[in-house]
C-alpha cells in the first residue's frame, strides 16, 4: 500500500506535465489534393437509390484545396438512373460541392460537413423529374458524406494523445490542407469536432 500512493502521485505528474506540453503545443497535419482523392476513391463508387426511381451513383473524386479557403472545394462524376416503367435509363454528368472538415476523435477521422452543392451537370434529365433530380443527387452527396470520412489518420499519424485532441483551425496552404489540432478551445467558430 505505500508504493501504490507514490505511484499513483507519479502517475497523475505525468499526465499533468503531458497537458501543459501538448495544451499550448498544437500539432499540424497536411494532406495534399491526392492524398485526400485516393482516400475517396477506395470508397467509391457508391450507389443509393431514391424516391424509388433514382438511382444515384458516385463516381471519380476530384479535390480542389483553394488557397486561403477553410473549406474542402471539389466534386464527383454522378449517374443517374431514372426508372420509368422499370427500365432504367442512364444519365452521367457531374456534381461540384464543398464543404467544412470535422474531426470525429473516437474514430481519429476527418468528415465534410456542411457539403454545399454548388452545381449539378447531369444532361437529358427530363423536365419533369429534374427538381426531384436534383434533390435525390443532393441526398446522395450529404449520406455519402456523413458515413465516408474523407481521410483517417493512421497509426504511424496519430497516438492515444493525439485522438483526443480538438479540431482547432483548416486552412488551405501552399495547396494542402492544413489542420491543427490541440488540446485548447477551437480558433474558429465553425470548426467542428466530435
Known amino acids: 500500500m505505500k508504493l501504490l500512493a507514490p505511484i499513483i502521485l507519479l502517475v497523475f505528474a505525468g499526465l499533468a506535465a503531458a497537458f501543459f ?39 471519380n473524386p476530384r479535390i480542389d484545396l483553394i488557397e486561403g479557403s477553410d473549406r474542402i472545394a471539389g466534386g464527383l462524376d454522378a ?15 457531374a456534381v ?28 437529358g434529365v427530363p423536365d419533369a423529374y429534374a427538381n426531384k433530380a436534383n434533390e435525390a ?16 489518420l493512421s497509426e504511424s499519424e496519430v497516438s492515444h494523445q493525439t485522438a483526443r485532441l480538438l479540431l482547432k483551425d483548416v486552412i488551405v496552404k501552399d495547396e494542402h490542407l492544413v489542420v491543427t489540432m490541440g488540446l485548447g478551445a477551437p480558433d474558429k467558430k465553425d470548426t467542428r469536432s466530435d
Not at 494532406?31 to 443509393?48: A, G, K, T
Not at 443527387?137 to 483517417?152: D, M
Request: proline content about 6%; hydrophobic content about 40%.
Open 21 to 59: 506540453l501538448l495544451r499550448d503545443n498544437d500539432i499540424k497535419f497536411r494532406f495534399s489534393e491526392p492524398q485526400l482523392r485516393d482516400r475517396l476513391d477506395e470508397q467509391l463508387p457508391w450507389s443509393e437509390r431514391y424516391y424509388f426511381i433514382f438511382e444515384v451513383t458516385l463516381d
Open 79 to 93: 449517374t443517374l438512373n431514372i426508372y420509368i416503367n422499370n427500365n432504367p435509363r442512364p444519365l452521367s454528368g
Open 96 to 123: 461540384d460541392l464543398s464543404g467544412g472538415l470535422r474531426y470525429a476523435r473516437e474514430e481519429a477521422a476527418f468528415y465534410l460537413t456542411d457539403p454545399v452543392v454548388e452545381q449539378i451537370r447531369i444532361a
Open 137 to 152: 443527387v443532393s441526398k446522395a452527396l450529404g449520406a455519402f458524406y456523413r458515413s465516408r470520412p474523407v481521410y483517417v
